[in-house]
């Protein structure tokens, strides 16, 4: 939304995303998505003080059977008592770092980022690139259960407002044409294994991030 040129932007998307490959739009459960671009973008703007940077990589689409899960991974890895959390935040090297996980229609993203201070950038970025890589040691049955939990209980307080429940229930029909109740919601993550979490990571690798930084420097 707002001011922009639609043909200006499919002009630039053509030329600056024509590298990325295709892929099926609603691929069996068993296919990994296709690899994204392992590219870091740096902008450069003086005016600021701080590095924004933001990196994407592959997920899951709204209609796959383990969407739940991927939420649970990206829970561990990047949510307010994950991994990223505990190596980028509290030891200071950060002011945010965090890890989502976005379903679509026919496609999914993880999605994440940092800021530092520019001189702490590469470090932070070479330590958010490790906890990716190490994210199979964040899945165990007890981070699991208090992950999936964590979600459920989210879940239940959502929907205890009129906005929360319609919002919830127009944005699951407008991806999958389907409403579910409150209870189902719940059950989909009160279900959820670590071998689910596992295949998630099995289909979506985090090796190869898209990254973009924006802030005082010219390179990362």
């Known amino acids: 939304t707002g001011q922009f040129d639609p043909h200006q932007l499919t002009t630039w998307a053509q ?29 450069t703007d003086p005016d600021l003080t701080r590095v924004h940077l933001a990196a994407t990589s592959p997920g899951l689409s709204a209609h796959h059977p383990l969407r739940e899960a991927a939420h649970i991974l990206a829970d561990l890895i990047g949510g307010e008592n994950g991994a990223l959390y505990w190596t980028l ?14 379903e679509y229609h026919a496609c999914g993203t993880f999605e994440g980022g940092f800021t530092s201070d520019p001189d702490r950038a590469p470090h932070a970025l070479a330590t958010y690139r490790q906890v990716l890589r190490d994210a199979h040691t964040l899945i165990t049955p007890q981070s699991v259960r ?18 929360g429940r319609l919002f919830t229930l127009g944005m699951e029909y ?11 919601l719940v059950k989909r993550y009160e279900t959820v294994t670590v071998q689910d979490v596992q295949e998630v990571l099995r289909l979506c ?3 190869r991030l898209t990254v973009v930084a924006l802030g005082p420097i010219s390179a990362l």
């Open 174 to 184: 407008l991806a999958t044409g389907r409403t579910l109740s409150t209870d189902d």
């Open 205 to 207: 690798p985090m090796d």
């Open 15 to 43: 030329q600056h995303l024509k590298d990325w490959p295709g892929g099926t739009p609603t691929p069996h459960p068993d296919t990994r998505p296709p690899a994204w671009p392992d590219h870091t973008h740096t902008l």
């Open 89 to 102: 935040i509290d030891t200071g090297t950060c002011d945010s770092a965090d890890l989502a996980h976005l």
């Open 146 to 163: 208090r992950a999936a939990r964590k979600l459920a209980v989210s879940t239940l307080l959502r929907a205890e407002t009129p906005q």
